[in-house]
Every structure is written in C-alpha cells, then in structure tokens.
C-alpha cells in the first residue's frame, strides 16, 4: 500500500470510532404506540422494543468529519443514484460547509442513502417511523403527549416557520426520554419512508403521485386532528431516497448496550 493510501486508510480507521465514541445515545425503554395511520386502526398498538437514540440530530460538524472519511459521500462524488442535485449543494467544497453554516447546527441538504450511511458508520441505523414517532410523542414530563392539544398547537407553530430562517444550533430542552430536538429544528429521514402510506387503496390507484400531497394523504390517518402527524406522513412519502432538502436532518439509532437492556 502507497504512503497517501495508508494516510488515508488510517484517517478513516482514527475518524469512525471517534464519531462512534462521542456522540450522546439515549436509552428508550420498550413500550408500545399506537399508530394513527388508518391501515392500523384494528391492529392492536404496536411494540416498541428497546433501543437508544442519538440524543440530538447529526450536526453540520460530524458530517463534515464523516465525508473526510469517507470521500465516497462528498459531494462530487456520490454515485447519482444516491444523491440528486441538491446534495450539499449549500457547502463550499466537497469538504467544507458554506458560509453561515455552524458546526453545532443540525446537517441537511444530504439524502437517505448517506444519512444511512452515517449511522452504519457508528454502528447504529436510521430509526424506523415507529421508533421515531414513539419517542416524539414525548413532551417534556410526558411519555405520550400526543392528546393535548396545546402540545399538537405547539408543533404546527414550528411547522409555519419560515423554511429561509437560519437553523439553530442542537441541543433543546430534553423531552421525557432526554431526547431533544425532534420537533423544532428540522424534519427527519426514517429508515422506511417509503412505507407510510403503502395500502391497498393506493397502490390501486389511478395517480399514485397524488399521495404526496397532505390532502390526498388524509385518507390514510385515524386521527386527522393531529394535522402534524399527517405533515410529517405527506413529506416523508413525498421523497425518494436520493432527495436532499434544507428542511430534512436526521438522527441515527442503535442496540442498547447488553448489560443496559437487561435492565429494562
């Protein structure tokens, strides 16, 4: 092996476990949840197993750290298939965030495949949409808040943000779990996306285009007072996995650690 090959080699072995090794994981206890998609109406709530959480989402910083390592995600570089245009198409260069992108703000502009990537990088994966909802249904001293209506009203409130205001910075109040930032920052890559509204009727149907949209998507929720719930089905089942989006961050899961689950 070259010199600049080992340089590298070793640069990835020296980056990964030290991503692995900072960032802050949370332990969710099992549990179950009980979906308002309307396919699972008559199904009983559904069980969460165990699992930990990033705590916040994957900040501009650790995704600069991971494209260094693995220059097969930078932009340039990605295979088209796993990344459209817009693929951090606000950074300067392939390995440098543009101007008014800060380290600690939650990194978006990336698309599903290297958002998977990430988190197989320090061993964990994207959360499925019932881990994810599971844990955002928590408010601050609730593990389930999802029936207040002052809860629900707080959400849309971040949801008619303007898309052009600069991102904060991670790092919000924790809800019950200790899990911060689901709702506020930015919207969230799942591992199953694709999924949400995948039913008899629409894959019948005539313009199955017509499922991206909120109101089409309607048809597929239980509780369709919880308008945010239905915001968050319509957008995630609007994307394809190569999409990137300044809106859309994302944060990784793993196993809990053996001795941790067996406390549960």
Same mark, same amino acid.
């Given at each position: 092996?070259?010199?600049?090959?080992?340089?590298?080699?070793?640069?990835?072995?020296?980056?990964?476990?030290?991503?692995?090794?900072?960032?802050?994981?949370?332990?969710? =206890?099992?549990?179950?949840?009980?979906?308002?998609?309307?396919?699972?109406?008559? +199904? +009983?709530?559904?069980?969460?197993?165990?699992?930990?959480?990033?705590?916040? =989402?994957?900040?501009?910083?650790?995704?600069?750290?991971?494209?260094?390592?693995?220059?097969?995600?930078?932009?340039?570089?990605?295979?088209?298939?796993f990344a459209d245009a817009d693929y951090l198409s606000g950074w300067r260069d392939p390995v440098t965030p543009g101007d008014g992108w800060r380290a600690d703000q939650p990194a978006t502009g990336l698309s599903w495949f290297a958002a998977q990537?990430?988190?197989?990088? &320090?061993?964990?994966?994207?959360?499925?949409?019932?881990?994810?909802?599971?844990?955002?249904?928590?408010?601050?001293?609730?593990?389930?808040?999802?029936?207040?209506?002052?809860?629900?009203?707080?959400?849309?409130?971040?949801?008619?943000?303007?898309?052009?205001?600069?991102?904060?910075?991670?790092?919000?109040?924790?809800?019950?779990?200790?899990?911060?930032?689901?709702?506020?920052?930015?919207?969230?890559?799942?591992?199953?996306?694709?999924?949400?509204?995948?039913?008899?009727?629409?894959?019948?149907?005539?313009? =199955?285009?017509?499922?991206?949209?909120?109101?089409?998507?309607?048809? *597929? $929720?239980?509780?369709? &007072?919880?308008?945010?719930?239905?915001?968050?089905?319509?957008?995630?089942?609007?994307? *394809?996995?190569?999409?990137?989006?300044?809106? $859309?961050?994302?944060?990784?899961?793993?196993?809990?650690? =053996? *001795?941790?689950?067996?406390?549960?």
């Open positions: 092996m070259g010199t600049t090959a080992w340089i590298a080699a070793c640069a990835c072995c020296i980056a990964l476990p030290c991503a692995a090794q900072t960032a802050a994981y949370v332990d969710i =206890p099992a549990g179950t949840l009980a979906s308002v998609l309307a396919r699972d109406a008559q +199904q +009983q709530p559904q069980a969460i197993a165990a699992f930990a959480m990033r705590a916040t =989402p994957v900040t501009v910083g650790e995704l600069q750290r991971f494209v260094v390592a693995q220059p097969q995600w930078q932009r340039g570089r990605v295979a088209t298939v990537a990430f988190c197989e990088s &320090e061993g964990g994966r994207l959360p499925s949409w019932p881990e994810w909802e599971y844990v955002a249904a928590a408010d601050e001293t609730r593990v389930d808040a999802r029936a207040d209506p002052a809860w629900r009203a707080r959400i849309l409130a971040w949801y008619s943000r303007p898309a052009t205001q600069a991102l904060p910075a991670v790092g919000g109040p924790p809800n019950a779990y200790g899990v911060r930032d689901l709702h506020g920052l930015v919207w969230e890559w799942v591992d199953d996306f694709n999924a949400l509204l995948v039913n008899p009727d629409s894959r019948s149907a005539d313009d =199955p285009d017509k499922l991206q949209f909120c109101g089409a998507g309607a048809i *597929d $929720l239980q509780q369709r &007072e919880n308008y945010a719930v239905l915001m968050r089905v319509a957008l995630l089942s609007s994307l *394809d996995a190569s999409n990137s989006t300044r809106s $859309l961050g994302f944060r990784c899961v793993r196993p809990q650690a =053996p *001795d941790l689950k067996e406390k549960h």
